[in-house]
């Protein structure tokens, strides 16, 4: 997330003629992408992991 950051950051200079009505260091904009982007990987984390929890240990030893 903070490499992402800092290359958004470094784009953002260059983009900045792309956009029209909003800096490139908007901070309603830099926390709705952050919030996006955390709830898209608590989402795709969220089926496997229930997955995992539900696998019995010693079940799972014993076949390997």
């Known amino acids: 997330m903070v490499a992402g ?3 958004a950051l470094a784009a ?3 983009m ?3 956009l029209y009505g909003v ?3 908007d901070p309603a904009t ?3 992408a952050f919030a996006i982007v955390t ?3 608590l989402i795709a984390c969220w089926h496997p992991a229930l ?4 696998i019995d240990p010693a079940l799972t030893l014993r076949d390997e």
């Not at 997955?51 to 539900?54: F, N, T, V, Y």
């Open 5 to 7: 950051g800092l290359l």
């Open 12 to 14: 953002g200079k260059v």
């Open 16 to 18: 900045s003629v792309v």
């Open 23 to 25: 800096s490139p260091r």
């Open 30 to 32: 830099w926390l709705t």
């Open 39 to 41: 709830a898209v990987v």
């Open 51 to 54: 997955r995992a929890i539900r």
